[in-house]
């Protein structure tokens, strides 16, 4: 029996050429490592080997599936299927009530389709699927892919788990999970996603927790988790969204990269709308959770975008008001930037007031006769510096600028002329400014 040692990638091997009908064994050189590998050509041998595989196992002798595999499951060990992989339940009859699916350590050159049926058990370790692997209306108790990695797009539609484990596996593409429920533990740990992870219309009803690092985008659209769940991040590069997803119990959100990052995992720069669903669950997430200074964070980015795409719908109509108070209050979620805004708003009615004493009348009598200001100039030119007079001026009017703000209004200093209408604003100011400052406050420490 000729045994010719075999360089090439599985998925440029040729029938005919490279295999031949008459090899029962062929040695392929894999990463450098050279294994025997027994060639299967039909499916009466490989329904024969897994009546017994044991044997094959313990020798070290994989498997090379030549031909389109249908409706034929088991346990493969050290496997390559050089053609398509298939189960359809719903064209096989005979089958059993409880379906069991175990791959380990083998190579699938083309796509994987599963369509149907009820497994017991599906686990996938230690594989390289090259190609694409379709998951249809199949109801399984538990799943497992670990220490896999998928080099195209992995779909699972319309398909109920009762348990599924994800670890330390590797998707190349997509990974879409549509109408999916997972009625107990949903478990992805040490997961790299290097394109488009998404959960389309999914329900998680047990434990979740998930660890993924993340180059591309992790998408939840629409899903429901009723039970504690936990979503961590690695690493992520990409983009993270929560578009109308509903947390009925905790979950617990990895904060300090997503701060490090300034939230940018959440913002989509063309997509307003998708970003303000994020920063409104992801701010829920954190008040739930107690971590009120993400809460207060994230509140604000949902109510900046809010803005932002109300404005993208109404084209040329600019809404002042709202922008003015995100500026000053960061929409009521900031009791440091209301602080801040009270500050300035006193100061520049205090310099006002300053400019206008003329305007200003004290038991009678003008506040000053001229800007106070140039008084301190003149004072200083003419080295007659008098620090009670300036004292007494600039105390006033500062007096006179807080009582205002504040809307205590005492009636010992009355304004003049438009100095009324000035007046009247600050006073405004001043009420909207403390509301604000209560309400701030309150979210902060209450």
Not at 194 to 211: A, I, N, Q, T, Y
Not at 289 to 294: K, M, P
Not at 356 to 376: A, E, G, H, R, Y
Not at 423 to 445: K, N, P, Q
Request: aromatic share 16%.
């Amino acid at each position: 029996m000729n045994k010719e040692i075999l360089t090439k990638g599985f998925d440029e091997l040729e029938l005919g050429k490279d295999i031949k009908e008459t090899d029962d064994f062929i040695l392929i050189d894999k990463d450098g490592v050279i294994l025997e590998y027994r060639v299967i050509f039909t499916e009466k041998e490989l329904l024969e080997y897994i009546d017994d595989h044991k044997g094959h196992t313990e020798n070290r002798s994989g498997l090379l599936v030549t031909f389109e595999c249908n409706n034929i499951l088991g346990e493969f060990y050290n496997t390559i299927f050089l053609r398509k992989f298939r189960f359809d339940s719903y064209s096989n009859l005979k089958m059993d009530s409880q379906l069991r699916l175990i791959l380990n350590n083998c190579e699938f050159v083309e796509d994987i389709e599963l369509l149907g049926g009820d497994y017991k058990r599906i686990k996938i370790n230690n594989c390289i699927i090259r190609n694409n692997m379709f998951v249809r209306f199949i109801n399984c108790d538990k799943l497992r892919i670990s220490e896999t990695v998928v080099k195209e797009s992995i779909i699972v539609e319309n398909s109920e788990f009762g348990k599924f484990y994800g670890n330390a596996s590797i998707f190349k593409e997509n990974l879409l999970f549509q109408e999916v429920n997972i009625l107990n533990d949903f478990i992805l740990d040490k997961i790299k996603g290097e394109k488009e992870l998404c959960f389309v219309d999914c329900r998680f009803e047990g434990l979740s927790k998930l660890e993924l690092d993340i180059n591309g985008e992790l998408s939840f659209l629409q899903c429901s988790f009723y039970k504690k769940s936990e979503i961590n991040f690695d690493d992520i590069k990409g983009k993270f969204s929560l578009y109308k997803t509903n947390f009925s119990d905790k979950c617990y959100l990895e904060y300090e990269l997503l701060e490090n990052k300034k939230y940018k995992p959440l913002i989509f720069d063309n997509d307003f709308k998708k970003t303000k669903w994020n920063f409104l669950i992801v701010s829920d997430i954190y008040k739930s959770s107690g971590r009120i200074d993400q809460y207060l964070e994230t509140l604000y980015y949902f109510k900046k975008y809010e803005r932002l795409e109300r404005k993208s719908k109404n084209k040329g109509n600019f809404n002042l008001l709202y922008y003015l108070i995100g500026i000053t209050t960061k929409y009521y979620t900031s009791w440091e930037r209301t602080l801040l805004s009270m500050v300035v708003v006193i100061v520049s009615f205090f310099l006002l007031y300053c400019f206008f004493p003329n305007l200003l009348m004290c038991k009678d009598v003008q506040l000053n006769s001229k800007n106070l200001f140039i008084t301190i100039f003149e004072m200083l030119k003419n080295s007659n510096f008098d620090a009670n007079f300036l004292i007494s001026k600039l105390g006033n009017t500062l007096y006179f600028t807080i009582i205002t703000f504040t809307t205590v209004g005492y009636g010992d200093i009355i304004p003049l002329n438009w100095m009324k209408m000035a007046v009247g604003l600050e006073s405004f100011l001043g009420v909207f400014f403390t509301s604000s400052f209560v309400v701030s406050l309150s979210r902060r420490f209450m």
